[in-house]
């Protein structure tokens, strides 16, 4: 296409529109720039100035271009007046020079300061407590350049004020704590009383004298006073009795009673005459006091020269009483300790007592004193050698001793056991020993861990010799007895072989009462000679008696014919009562055999005892004969026999019932009534 005029105008008009576009797509883009700028402009100021840091930046000649608003609060100047001023300014001149170059920055990157504690000082000036207001704080710090051109610094400090200030008490109270520590007695005051001193001068405390009333809590109390006024070291002032007629002990009591700090700021307001008379006779001239209670007593710091406290100054204060609080109540617990460990070992340092307490290992962690009068071996002994108990034991006891005090799933077995073992000379002793775990945690406790062991031995060998002798005692009058049973029984019969020897010259009548006094003697006999055999010789076997003796009558009496039903559930009985039913039996069960089965009739004889103790029984004798005739009175018997029986009851405080219903029976009740 040929270029025409019209060409280059339509050329010219579209190169004014891209024109037209490229200037507004830079005016675009520089209001874009702009408003990203302005926005991260606003977002990095606001991290800047809502930092609790000091956000700083100083031009080449060392002087403030910059700061955030933590200045003030940290050293009172506000941005703007702060800007200007040289950074020395805020430098003590003692730091100045060795801190210049650190503080006005010109490394950059790793050689940048990173960490360096300074102290800065604020515009406050001279306060009550101190002549400036200084601030530990942590600086890093890097240069600023353009190009290679330096041309200022930028850099953070931080508060570490308090940090400083609480590692700083730390320290003081460890101090504290190691001479509180010393303590075994209300006497080992004075070095806790030194350290205290110490603590308030590290703490920089603005004190002028310091003192500690001490409370014996005794009949009436006493107010033990120890101070540092007019005196090197800290002394014990004065002691004093709180009564009624001294007001200054009592003072003292009723503000550790009161359990609250007192705190007189002005005393001249707060107090009378007489009172700071003898504030003034113990801490001198006196501005302000502080009485702080702890658990025995009460701690006083005073102030002289207007000074006055801050509120840290009372919260550090507040702490060293509960320092001594800690101390007088550890010395406390040592006390109860020491009495319970004198109450341990007079347990068990009792003579003829020993107490072993033994590790899971098998070592020996203690063993009483008593052991070397015993055996003649010292405690220290068994310590070196955690074998030399088994050694002494007897062979014969070993292997029993080896299983006493061997443990199930780490739960020693609780037991006792007797055993012997040797002393030194060679004689062997009788010992018994008990076996306790001993726990210490609950935890332990619960889960059936023990940590160790405490072995008790007694002992035994007196009492093992008085033993043998009261066997072998015993053993000799158990022969004795049963000697003396079996001649008694030999002599019942021989009277039974005397009355039948006599009875032959009698007539049928009279040989039948001999008959049944043969009978009486023979059931009589017939217990001692169940306890002649008996390995109990003051109890007999009721069954077997009662038996044997029915036996014996159903021979006597020819009755082969009648069975024998007994029925015994009673423990064995004492003398005094089985021979009554003995006797008792006896008489019905020869009645039974000689009048309820006539003509060698059959038939059942029932004998049955029962008895839950030795007071309550119920005893039947009774028969399924032909019954008592009907003229028998049972209350008026006019046999012998059922006499005997009414009064052997009696004798046993029975009573007695009869029952005619399918033959006779005979019961003998007695109840606990």
Not at 429 to 445: I, K, Q
Request: overall charge negative.
């Amino acid at each position: 296409m040929a270029d025409t005029p019209d060409n280059r105008d339509d050329q010219r008009d579209m190169h004014g529109e891209i024109e037209q576009l490229r200037n507004e797509v830079d005016r675009l883009r520089s209001r874009d720039v702009a408003q990203e700028l302005k926005l991260s402009e606003a977002k990095y100021r606001a991290l800047i100035e809502g930092s609790s840091d000091f956000i700083y930046v100083l031009d080449k000649e060392g002087c403030f271009t910059f700061a955030n608003q933590e200045v003030e609060n940290l050293l009172g100047y506000t941005p703007d007046e702060i800007l200007g001023k040289h950074y020395s300014a805020i430098l003590l001149a003692e730091d100045l020079a060795s801190l210049k170059y650190a503080f006005a920055e010109r490394r950059t990157g790793e050689r940048a300061t990173h960490q360096l504690e300074i102290r800065l000082r604020s515009r406050s000036g001279v306060t009550g407590d101190v002549d400036m207001d200084i601030r530990h704080c942590s600086l890093s710090a890097s240069g600023i350049y353009q190009d290679e051109a330096y041309w200022g610094t930028h850099g953070v400090a931080r508060d570490i004020s308090e940090r400083k200030y609480q590692a700083t008490k730390q320290l003081a109270l460890q101090q504290l704590h190691r001479s509180i520590w010393t303590m075994t007695r209300a006497d080992d005051i004075h070095p806790v009383l030194t350290a205290i001193r110490d603590c308030l001068h590290t703490m920089e405390v603005p004190y002028g004298e310091f003192g500690v009333y001490v409370l014996d809590l005794g009949e009436p109390p006493i107010v033990h006073f120890y101070g540092t006024y007019d005196s090197a070291e800290i002394t014990k002032k004065g002691q004093w009795m709180v009564t009624d007629a001294e007001s200054f002990a009592g003072h003292t009591m009723g503000v550790w009673q009161s359990g609250e700090m007192v705190h007189s700021r002005v005393l001249e307001n707060d107090t009378t005459h007489h009172y700071r008379d003898r504030l003034a006779e113990f801490f001198g001239d006196i501005n302000s006091i502080i009485d702080i209670p702890f658990s025995h007593g009460v701690l006083t710091v005073t102030t002289k020269d207007g000074t006055r406290f801050s509120s840290r100054n009372i919260s550090f204060v507040r702490e060293l009483a509960e320092a001594l609080s800690d101390g007088f109540r550890r010395m406390e617990d040592l006390l109860d300790l020491k009495l319970s460990e004198q109450r341990y070992r007079t347990l068990v340092e009792t003579p003829n007592l020993v107490v072993m307490l033994i590790d899971t290992e098998g070592n020996f962690l203690y063993t009483s004193p008593q052991i070397e009068t015993w055996l003649g071996y010292a405690p220290a002994d068994f310590y070196a050698d955690a074998s030399l108990m088994m050694r002494l034991v007897h062979p014969a006891d070993q292997d029993t001793l080896g299983s006493f005090m061997t443990t199930t799933n780490g739960m020693p077995v609780l037991r006792n056991l007797e055993y012997r073992w040797s002393s030194t000379d060679g004689q062997y002793h009788w010992a018994s020993g008990w076996l306790f775990p001993v726990y210490e945690t609950e935890g332990d406790a619960q889960v059936k861990r023990a940590n160790m062991v405490q072995v008790v031995v007694q002992d035994t060998t007196e009492s093992k010799q008085i033993e043998n002798q009261i066997k072998t005692s015993l053993e000799e009058k158990e022969v004795l007895l049963k000697e003396i049973h079996h001649r008694v029984k030999n002599n019942l019969q021989i009277i039974s072989s005397l009355l039948d020897l006599q009875s032959s010259n009698l007539d049928e009548a009279a040989r039948r009462i001999f008959a049944d006094c043969q009978n009486r003697i023979n059931s009589m006999a017939l217990i001692h000679e169940e306890l002649y055999h008996s390995t109990d010789l003051a109890h007999v076997d009721f069954e077997t008696y009662a038996g044997n003796l029915a036996e014996s009558l159903i021979g006597t009496y020819g009755a082969a014919s009648v069975g024998l039903e007994l029925v015994v559930d009673a423990l064995p009985l004492t003398l005094d009562k089985a021979i009554p039913m003995g006797l008792i039996i006896n008489e019905l069960v020869s009645n039974s055999l000689k009048h309820a089965f006539p003509g060698g009739a059959a038939g059942r004889i029932v004998i049955s005892l029962k008895a839950d103790d030795e007071e309550t029984f119920v005893l039947v004798v009774g028969d399924n004969g032909i019954g008592l005739p009907a003229d028998v009175e049972p209350q008026n018997p006019s046999s012998l026999g059922l006499r005997l029986v009414y009064t052997l009851a009696q004798q046993l405080r029975g009573k007695v019932d009869l029952s005619r219903e399918n033959g006779t029976s005979f019961t003998i009740v007695r109840d606990a009534s």
